[in-house]
């Protein structure tokens, strides 16, 4: 059987655990929320990214125009946008989804660079100079190293921990 003091420990120690949980969830959860932002920022990888799937659109257009089957590359191209308009998926899945458009882009750059007209071929290799250019952007971006230097100082017990129970997703590397 319980007894009043007991109880009362009990009850103290809840609610200490839960001020260090909702503390965590706030405050932590701010900075690491802070830090995936930078995935987002006007000149950052989302904007690249938003580059490559505007100039992939304008290679399906390209394609499609000289009937040549682009579904997989407007698949992946979809796939992207969906995942960079609703910010809530994890960097993880929008590095996939990148890939993915990237494996797409190489298959559909061998199917098109014979196959078209001088003018489109130019627009193509134009769109694909764009891309590499994104592609380059991303590869400088100072948002992995932020990610590290972040990670390098919090992600260690108790923190780590911590945030698990407060339900606080640490940021993440993209790639």
Same mark, same amino acid.
Not at 83 to 102: A, I, M, P
């Given at each position: 059987?319980?007894?009043?003091?007991?109880?009362?420990?009990?009850?103290?120690?809840?609610?200490?655990?839960?001020?260090?949980?909702?503390?965590?969830?706030?405050?932590?959860?701010?900075?690491?929320?802070?830090?995936?932002?930078?995935?987002?920022?006007?000149?950052?990888?989302a904007a690249?990214?938003?580059?490559?799937?505007?100039?992939?659109?304008?290679?399906?257009?390209?394609?499609?125009?000289?009937?040549?089957?682009?579904?997989?590359?407007?698949?992946?191209?979809?796939?992207?946008?969906?995942?960079?308009?609703?910010?809530?998926?994890?960097?993880?899945?929008?590095?996939?989804?990148?890939?993915?458009?990237?494996?797409?882009?190489?298959?559909?750059?061998?199917?098109?660079?014979?196959?078209?007209?001088?003018?489109?071929?130019?627009?193509?290799?134009?769109?694909?100079?764009?891309?590499?250019?994104?592609?380059?952007?991303?590869?400088?971006?100072?948002y992995n190293?932020?990610?590290?230097? $972040?990670?390098?100082?919090?992600?260690?017990?108790?923190?780590?921990?911590?945030?698990?129970?407060?339900?606080?997703?640490?940021?993440?590397? $993209?790639?």
């Amino acid at each position: 059987m319980w007894s009043k003091h007991q109880s009362l420990r009990l009850l103290a120690l809840v609610l200490i655990l839960g001020s260090t949980l909702l503390n965590v969830h706030c405050k932590f959860g701010a900075l690491c929320q802070d830090v995936t932002d930078g995935l987002y920022a006007e000149d950052g990888i989302a904007a690249q990214l938003e580059t490559i799937r505007v100039e992939t659109a304008a290679i399906i257009a390209v394609a499609e125009r000289n009937g040549i089957d682009a579904g997989s590359l407007s698949e992946a191209a979809d796939e992207l946008q969906s995942v960079l308009s609703q910010r809530q998926f994890g960097t993880g899945y929008l590095f996939r989804c990148y890939d993915k458009l990237r494996v797409e882009l190489i298959s559909a750059e061998q199917n098109l660079l014979g196959a078209l007209s001088e003018t489109d071929l130019q627009t193509v290799t134009d769109c694909l100079e764009r891309i590499q250019a994104a592609q380059r952007l991303i590869s400088s971006s100072s948002y992995n190293d932020v990610v590290r230097g $972040f990670l390098a100082r919090y992600d260690r017990f108790p923190t780590r921990l911590l945030a698990k129970l407060a339900g606080v997703r640490m940021p993440a590397v $993209f790639g």
